[in-house]
């Protein structure tokens, strides 16, 4: 009956099959929808009548799927006044139009290498046309890497594990050999297959070892993650002190154990470097504002916080801002700053304003300058707590980009400000942070305003968290980092190397088989 429907209405049933796939990524975790969604559209694919055809079921797909797995960008557009907040309705939509295209090249490209039936040769080909079209979409118009498909396995953290060899995008393309397996075996043996590999994955995951928060003694150096749980639409511009109360009200108090103090991005409403002229600071003076966050802190203490730098023209007029995080010392001093190198598009600035502006568009977060790139990653030397690498917010969703390559740090902090996400964003930011640990062998820290701030071992595993929408803290020890995995000293190249292997078994499958 359904492939009788699929064959009657192929567009409708690509699309129906994308948007159950997104199904498979947090939160709703269905991941086993998502291989056999996948089975399916293969299925759609090898049976296209053209490479017209296949490369229209594969966008349709597309469609399908982001819509769904990027509804929360609706959200967005509910926290700014320069556009209809309805524009939020159409937006995941517009976003999907685009991001579409990269299943549909891969629909064509395989199209192009089947042979008459489905055999695991034309599988892994797929497979590797995925890995090199999902590579692409991380970096073409400045990337965009939300949920590659490998992520769905991050609750399976077996399986997720291989990313330390292989990466997201390799994991991406062993997940696509899985779900297009099921086309290959015969229909008894897939079953008893699918049956099987439920069975020894569960089996897995409850026998896998999870990384334990190491003790904390009166002495041990401590991390305090602080989530104040102030939402998008409780702050504003003037909101400095009231956001500085929430955040001093949760920081805890020094004792004798170092501690170092987190904050997250886009909280701090305050200017806190010296030297700007003062019709910026109006009546909160930087340094004030600083000897009131160093009160917070013990004489080996320190405060790592998101903020807003600017620069300047000639006539003292701001020409940009920065979007960066701040080291704020015992004694007042900013120590270090690191300022984001990977910038939201549509948010953090306008691409192309010459042609958007005069149709009514803006960007979304609020202002009336753009922000600018920072240099990329970098590690901040910390007295006490040793080097610490920092990712802002979307940054930690690009695979084998998030490290600094001359400085590997202990930890990597991700600050971010995820009450724009809705209830879909923040658990799938997590999990991407969660992929981000399981590829370096690093231990991500992540600080948000409403949720979810987490403490993620080297391995992937949640140490502690505080939940969505919820005012809390996290006393934690440091986790240790691991060894730098394959993935870390290689990078993407695993990915090529995955995909080449995928072409060459294809290769030698396909001359056997003559």
């Known amino acids: 009956m359904l492939q009788t429907f699929a064959r009657r209405y192929p567009a409708f049933a690509a699309l129906l ?8 990524f947090a939160p709703l975790q269905l991941f086993v929808l998502t291989l056999a969604c996948f089975a399916a559209w293969m299925w759609l694919v090898h049976d296209a009548p053209t490479w017209k055809t296949a490369l229209w079921r594969g ?8 819509t769904i797995n990027d509804n929360w960008f609706q959200h967005a557009f509910d926290f700014q006044d320069k556009m209809p907040p309805v524009l939020g309705y159409v937006a995941p939509l517009a976003l999907a139009l685009y991001l579409a295209v990269y299943p549909a090249l891969t629909a064509a490209i395989a199209w192009r290498l089947r042979a008459r039936r489905v055999d695991l040769a034309w599988v892994m080909l797929f497979a590797a046309a995925w890995i090199a079209t999902e590579w692409v979409r991380s970096w073409m118009f400045t990337g965009y890497a939300w949920d ?3 992520v769905i396995w991050v609750p399976v953290q077996p399986v997720a594990l291989l990313a330390r ?24 043996s897939t079953m008893l297959a699918c049956g099987g590999a439920i069975a020894a994955l569960l089996i897995s995951q409850a026998l896998s070892y999870r990384a334990t928060a190491p003790a904390l003694t009166q002495t041990t150096p401590r991390l305090v993650v602080v989530q104040p749980n102030v939402a998008q639409d409780e702050r504003g511009e003037s909101d400095g002190e009231m956001m500085l109360q929430r955040l001093s009200a949760l920081s805890g108090r020094p004792g004798a154990a170092p501690r170092l ?3 997250p991005e886009g909280v701090v409403r305050d200017f806190i470097e010296d030297g700007y002229p ?9 340094s004030l504002i600083r000897e009131r966050m160093a009160a917070l802190l013990g004489p080996r203490d320190l405060l790592l916080t998101g903020g807003t730098g600017l620069t300047f023209d000639r006539t003292g007029d701001i020409t940009a801002g920065y979007n960066s995080v701040f080291a704020i010392t015992p004694e007042a001093r900013i120590a270090a700053r690191y300022d984001k190198a990977h910038l939201v598009p549509y948010g953090e600035y306008l691409p192309m304003p010459w042609l958007l502006k005069p149709l009514g568009l803006a960007r979304l977060v609020p202002g009336d300058f753009d922000f600018i790139a920072g240099p990329g990653p970098r590690t901040l030397d910390t007295p006490g707590f040793g080097a610490i690498g920092v990712q802002l917010c979307y940054e930690i969703i690009f695979s084998g980009r998030v490290v600094d390559p001359t400085h590997r740090p202990r930890l990597l902090f991700n600050p971010s400000n ?3 996400f809705g209830r879909w964003g923040p658990p799938q930011h997590l999990a991407q942070a969660r992929m981000r640990a399981i590829e370096e062998g690093l231990p991500v820290v992540r600080a948000t305003p409403t949720g979810i701030s987490a403490v993620i071992a080297a391995d992937g595993t949640l140490l502690a968290t505080v939940p969505h929408m919820e005012a809390g803290a996290i006393e934690a020890a440091l986790p240790p980092p691991a060894p730098p995995t394959l993935f870390a000293r290689a990078g993407n190249l695993m990915a090529a190397i995955v995909a080449a292997a995928l072409v060459a078994a294809a290769l030698v499958l396909r001359r056997r088989t003559r």
């Open 261 to 263: 103090l987190l904050w």
């Open 148 to 150: 590659p498909l490998g």
């Open 59 to 66: 966008w349709v797909f597309g469609v399908g799927h982001f």
């Open 165 to 188: 060899w292989v990466g997201t995008y390799g994991l991406s393309g062993l997940t696509v050999v899985l779900a297009g397996a099921v086309l290959v075996m015969p229909r008894r």
């Open 278 to 286: 003062t019709w910026v600071y109006g009546d909160r003076s930087p």
């Open 418 to 420: 995820d009450a724009w």
């Open 17 to 24: 099959l994308g948007a159950a796939a997104a199904c498979g």
